[in-house]
């Protein structure tokens, strides 16, 4: 399914000048897999999608984390732990706003299994959870997403993933159009060494009239043209939009929350200016500086005064990576029967 997808590049937009990964997704980053799990039914398009940061347990060999609220209108689960201890010991999972709860008690029993099965004891756990609101397309009442959808998206998760309205963002909207799960990645050059810097992101925020694209404006032309019978825009910027980052690059948690804080800058390349009902949530994490029993732990992390490259290059993914959310996915339908049209109708 992934090779079939048409992604913003595929349309001739090139967003900066920095090389991508392999795959241009956040799975360029070793040891980054994604997986998703989606509900399509009568009532419910929504949906689990769950980042693992790596091939081994997490909860035993702790990762470098950082977390950066931009605007709080959201209900992310894992948030505090993150900032206060900078590390991440669950993988990350998004959903919709009111399954939280539950996909949190699914990644708690997976972990308390998981941990179990290497003959240690759990007694507390920081599950990390991410949401957006999709009730405007799914019956988010029902709370749909069970504990047996959260355990599928992580059984199949792999390097190559679907895009768009699939997992996560089934039921998400962005600037009006359909929104989705979108990923991106970018490399970057450090004393003749590589290092990925790769997102992906839930996107369900912005208006459309503020939408930006290739750097025209073109969000109200768009707005002009679904001012008819049936169609759906958005007037106001609202929403929210999850951002996952990872990376290979050797940096302290306190570098990767500056890193992490550069998610707006690409966000705001698309044209949000983060909106009063808007939850922008960055959450972070590297690859390269593990935690173990170890009383004193050895770390190493790039020299301040390089830290624009990674700059650079979180800004450009995370704005490529909502233009991919937005591209792969297919016009949909309100609960009260509007469209929703995709940007790959205005292309």
């Not at 090779?3 to 980054?32: A, M």
């Not at 993933?161 to 929104?179: N, P, Q, R």
């Not at 940096?251 to 044209?271: E, H």
């Not at 290059?313 to 609960?335: D, G, K, R, W, Y």
């Amino acid at each position: 399914m992934t090779g079939s997808q048409k992604r913003i590049r595929d349309y001739g937009i090139i967003v900066g000048d920095l090389p991508t990964g392999t795959t241009n997704r956040i799975t360029d980053v070793k040891g980054v897999k994604v997986g998703h799990c989606t509900i399509h039914n009568d009532t419910n398009h929504t949906g689990v999608t769950v980042i693992l940061p790596g091939e081994d347990n997490p909860f035993l060999h702790k990762y470098t984390a950082a977390a950066y609220v931009h605007n709080g209108f959201g209900k992310t689960i894992g948030i505090p732990q993150i900032k206060e201890l900078g590390t991440l010991e669950t993988p990350i999972a998004l959903t919709n706003t009111l399954n939280v709860g539950k996909v949190s008690d699914a990644l708690i029993s997976y972990m308390i299994e998981t941990v179990h099965q290497e003959g240690k004891e759990v007694y507390s756990i920081n599950p990390v959870v991410g949401e957006c609101n999709d009730s405007l397309i799914n019956s988010i009442q029902k709370r749909a997403v069970t504990e047996e959808n959260v355990r599928k998206a992580i059984q199949i998760a792999d390097v190559l993933f679907e895009e768009g309205s699939v997992g996560a963002g089934t039921g998400t909207i962005c600037y009006g159009l359909k929104g989705g799960i979108g990923s991106a990645s970018r490399v970057i050059t450090i004393d003749n060494h590589n290092y990925t810097i790769g997102v992906l992101v839930q996107s369900n925020f912005g208006s459309t009239r503020d939408f930006i694209l290739n750097g025209k404006p073109i969000g109200k032309d768009i707005e002009e043209q679904l001012k008819k019978p049936q169609s759906s825009y958005s007037q106001e910027d609202r929403g929210s939009i999850m951002t996952i980052l990872a990376t290979d690059l050797p940096v302290s948690d306190r570098q990767l929350y500056r890193i992490i804080r550069r998610c707006g800058v690409g966000i705001a390349r698309t044209g949000a200016y983060t909106g009063h009902g808007s939850g922008e949530i960055m959450i972070g994490f590297t690859t390269a500086n593990r935690h173990s029993d170890d009383h004193i732990q050895s770390f190493s992390c790039i020299h301040e005064d390089l830290i624009n490259h990674a700059f650079k290059a979180c800004a450009e993914a995370v704005h490529e990576a909502i233009l991919n959310s937005m591209i792969t996915t297919e016009p949909a339908h309100t609960t009260d029967g509007r469209i929703i049209h995709s940007l790959k109708e205005f292309i």
